[in-house]
């Protein structure tokens, strides 16, 4: 392999997958519970209300972002390891004369 880390880099999605995992559960467990109910009439509550939406939203999109750059990176190890490997199937093939 020409200066590839196969391995760290497959470590590298298997923790982006953990990662995104844990923070799915996280947002999932949080759900509804970002704010305090407040008191009726309360703009603080309001706001905070406003506020954890906003973030359950975020955490939901950054864990979708998450979830597309982990398997982006373990397809790219893939095809690392198969163009690899077919660089060096090419390179063993008898030179014609």
Known sequence: MLDVDVPGLQSAAAEVRTTS??????TATAEGRMAPPGLPGSDAATAARAAATIWQAELRRLTTELDSFGAALGTAVQEIV?????SGDDLR???PR
């Open 82 to 86: 198969a163009a690899d490997r077919v």
């Open 21 to 26: 995992a844990g923070l799915r559960d996280a």
């Open 93 to 95: 093939q008898p030179v």
